[in-house]
């Protein structure tokens, strides 16, 4: 059976470290390229497309829409606004997991450090090598391309198992961990995947995978050379044979959307164990857990179920979960109201919890009854990143930068409405009298979530303010949630 594909795929954006340690940037004056820069910031960040005739030919995008070109002499060059010619390089992947780049119409490698880059050798040396740094989120599904399915936590049998038709609940969020040029998947229980498909609480030798590319998706190389595959009955993900990736070694990186249960005045979780959808249940299963989708255009929220299918509108103001489509009838209006949500249907109309437990859209206003806590349940390790970078524990104090380009993860309490946000050493964010936000509280603050855009967040403190990124620091003195409040989760 196919899977319910729910969300998209990641798309392939990376840094390319060259034999000196330094990334390919893509300056904005007069649109030139150097191997100079020590981090991985918005500058080095590149895109991949893929040829629409050929897939083994790729272009490289920069952060400006510029494509990376090299003529027949060898001279580098990153001005042309679409693809041509010029632009279309082959990548050969080496036994480390580095890529030497290949120009496709002359066959010759792009390499060599600070201004002095060209395309030039026809031959591979240190110089034309480049590490590649992956700049997505890093958490993610993952999905194998030849058995459609998503890999999960399995915790009764210790193992990374391949068999879930929709990416489902905690257990289906996997961290990238970027360490010393190779990469670890991290579970979300704090574990690292081994290359024999056991876990480990700690980073060791067989946790480390190098990552390749074929026809655009991703393959794991371990140490001994052998890639990840899913493997028996359950999909145990573990190192088989192969030396080579083949279909059965190929995966899929896709957005992890928010999952959430909702809690009602009556103090019930909200259920789809009957038609309509009924606030009547006292435990968390898959069946009390939604998939927000925040609509781009409109930033309204839909609501989609363990089955594929959304929250609708229908007749009398009643709500079920009966469409298979996105429309009007789908779509909620959030507002954000401290530590309680209320929801608004297409019909004007607000929910409310009738007295038997059932969520009807027939509200003209928000009492009690329409209020609703909201609680966000698959991100309990937490990597926030803004337009400038990660936000990562200031070296010296007991401040946050907001502009790293690498990450700290830090892990997420739920309390009543409200998250509590702890860091190292088991202390806890809170918002000081300057307005910057520390790390070293003995006791918690409270912090709001408002899911506003699609994969972002914005944060307030209890001041009302918003969390946001300011001269590289973090600040709790936001007045709106604009695009310095709004973080990548």
């Known amino acids: 059976m196919p899977t319910n594909r729910t969300n998209r795929p990641l798309k392939l ?64 060059t990153c001005e042309a606004e679409v693809q041509n010619t010029d632009c279309r390089f082959l990548i050969a992947a080496q036994s480390d997991g580095r890529w030497a780049l290949q120009s496709e119409p002359y066959l010759r490698f792009f390499g060599g450090s600070w201004d002095y ?15 590649v740094h992956l700049a997505l989120h890093p958490q993610a599904n993952l999905l194998s391309m030849a058995r459609k399915r998503y890999a999960h936590l399995s915790p009764r049998n210790g193992e990374i198992a391949v068999d879930r038709k ?67 009955p359950t999909g145990t993900l573990r190192s088989g044979r192969c030396t080579k990736p083949g279909k059965d070694e190929l995966f899929d990186l896709e957005e992890s959307h928010p999952q959430v249960v909702l809690m009602a005045a009556n103090g019930k979780y909200v259920s789809i164990r009957q038609v ?103 991100r309990p390790m937490l990597i926030l990143r803004g337009e400038n970078g990660f936000i990562c524990h200031h070296k010296n104090s007991n401040t946050l930068d907001a502009n790293r380009s690498v990450y700290d993860i830090f892990t ?10 702890k860091g190292e050493g088991g202390r806890f964010w809170y918002v000081n009298s300057s307005g910057l936000v520390c790390s070293d509280g003995e006791t918690p603050d409270d912090f709001s979530f408002e899911f506003l855009e699609h994969g972002r967040i914005s944060i307030r403190g209890k001041n009302g303010r918003y969390l946001r990124g300011q001269g590289g620091t973090l600040k709790g003195d936001g007045a709106t949630p604009d695009s310095s409040a709004l973080w990548e989760y």
């Open 13 to 76: 954006q990376f840094g390319l470290i060259n034999h000196e340690s330094c990334y390919l940037t893509a300056e904005a004056f007069g649109f030139k390229v150097n191997a100079s820069a020590p981090s991985l910031k918005r500058k080095q960040v590149w895109t991949l497309e893929q040829d629409s005739h050929d897939p083994q030919v790729v272009y490289f995008r920069s952060h400006l829409g510029r494509y990376l070109a090299s003529d027949k002499n060898g001279k580098v």
């Open 117 to 131: 880059l060209s395309c030039f050798t026809q031959v591979i040396t240190e110089a034309e090598l480049w590490a």
């Open 166 to 232: 929709i990416p489902w609940g905690v257990v289906a969020l996997l961290t990238l961990v970027y360490l010393d040029g190779k990469y670890r998947l991290k579970t979300c229980d704090s574990r690292y995947l081994v290359n024999d498909g056991t876990l480990s609480a700690e980073s060791r030798m067989g946790t480390g995978y190098t990552l390749e590319l074929k026809c655009g998706k991703l393959a794991f190389k371990d140490c001994e050379g052998k890639y990840l595959s899913p493997m028996g």
């Open 276 to 378: 309509s959808i009924s606030a009547n249940q006292e435990d968390e299963t898959d069946l009390e857990t939604f998939q927000m989708e925040i609509d781009k255009d409109s930033k309204k929220c839909l609501f989609r179920t363990n089955e594929g299918k959304y929250w609708a509108l229908v007749t009398h103001g009643g709500i079920q979960t009966t469409a298979t489509e996105r429309s009007a009838n789908t779509m909620f209006a959030v507002e954000w109201m401290g530590h309680r949500v209320a929801l608004q249907a297409s019909n004007g109309k607000y929910i409310c919890t009738k007295k038997n437990g059932q969520l009807a859209a027939i509200s003209d206003s928000i009492g009690e009854d329409e209020k609703l806590v909201l609680k966000l349940i698959n």
């Open 412 to 421: 997420l309490h739920f309390s009543d409405g409200a998250y509590h946000i």
